[in-house]
């Protein structure tokens, strides 16, 4: 049975901090893309950030330079470092795992930027 479970969501002020954590388990975790997505009210699932198996990474242009995507295989983790956050950056944050042509989801965890 496949799982991907986030956690780490929560309420931050702007300028804030988060790091939410994805953990894996009934796949093959080395060989996958993972990634982080989110949904905003109204719109669009949108990529925030990927890590390939290899470890190559890639951003959102919106979130250059204030988070960060790391992968630790050996405890089946995907960590989003999200500094400097801001109201826009609110959302549902779901993680993913690729490895074509499996696509896991998790459940998802509500960031909520506000003062």
């Known amino acids: 049975q496949v799982q991907l479970v986030e956690s780490g969501g929560g309420l931050v002020q702007p300028g804030g901090s988060l790091t939410l954590s994805c953990a894996a388990s009934g796949i093959r975790f080395n060989i996958f893309t993972m990634g982080w997505y989110r949904q905003a009210p109204g719109k669009q699932r949108e990529l925030v950030a990927v890590v390939t198996s290899g470890g190559t990474t890639t951003y959102a242009d919106s979130v250059k330079g204030r988070f960060t995507i790391s992968r630790d295989n050996a405890k089946n983790t995907v960590t989003l470092q999200m500094n400097n956050l801001k109201p826009e950056d609110t959302a549902v944050y779901y993680c993913?795992?690729?490895?074509?042509?499996?696509?896991?989801w998790g459940q998802g965890t509500q960031v909520t930027v506000s003062s």
């Open positions: 993913r795992g690729l490895y074509n042509p499996l696509v896991y």
